[in-house]
Nanobody, 126 residues
Framework: QVQLVESGGGLVQAGGSLRLSCAAS????????MGWFRQAPGKEREFVAA????????LIGDSVKGRFTISKDNAKNTLYLQMNSLIPEDTAVYYC???????????????????WGQGTQVTVSS
């Protein structure tokens, strides 16, 4: 069984940056597609970013395009989300997710993911 643990969230002022990490244990992420999603209070879960198993293919959600980047370090078994130019609308709980398999494309659909972390809170103040 895999455990995904997000970290790096917190309170930041608008215009600031944060880097989220998602550490996996019990299973490797090197043979898995990975994704980041977020959910704000009263809103539906939203796709943020995704990456293929080999890291060569990425997808970034429209609302964060140009500000967020996704990467993975297979040697460290860790997924990252670099968030720059944060705005209050980015406030949400951020979740990482794992889909086992050597998918050569990034996956945006939440229903495709098998394993999920508990989430980390990101709050952006204006």
């Amino acid at each position: 069984q895999v455990q995904l643990v997000e970290s790096g969230g917190g309170l930041v002022q608008a215009g600031g940056s944060l880097r989220l990490s998602c550490a996996a244990s019990g299973r490797t992420i090197s043979n898995a597609a990975m994704g980041w999603f977020r959910q704000a209070p009263g809103k539906e879960r939203e796709f943020v970013a995704a990456i293929s198993w080999d890291g060569f293919s990425t997808l970034i959600g429209d609302s964060v395009k140009g500000r967020f980047t996704i990467s993975k370090d297979n040697a460290k078994n860790t997924l990252y989300l670099q968030m720059n130019s944060l705005i209050p609308e980015d406030t949400a709980v951020y979740y990482c997710a794992r889909r086992p398999g050597r998918f050569t494309f990034a996956i945006a659909s939440a229903s495709a993911y098998v394993d999920w972390g508990q989430g980390t809170q990101v709050t952006v103040s204006s």
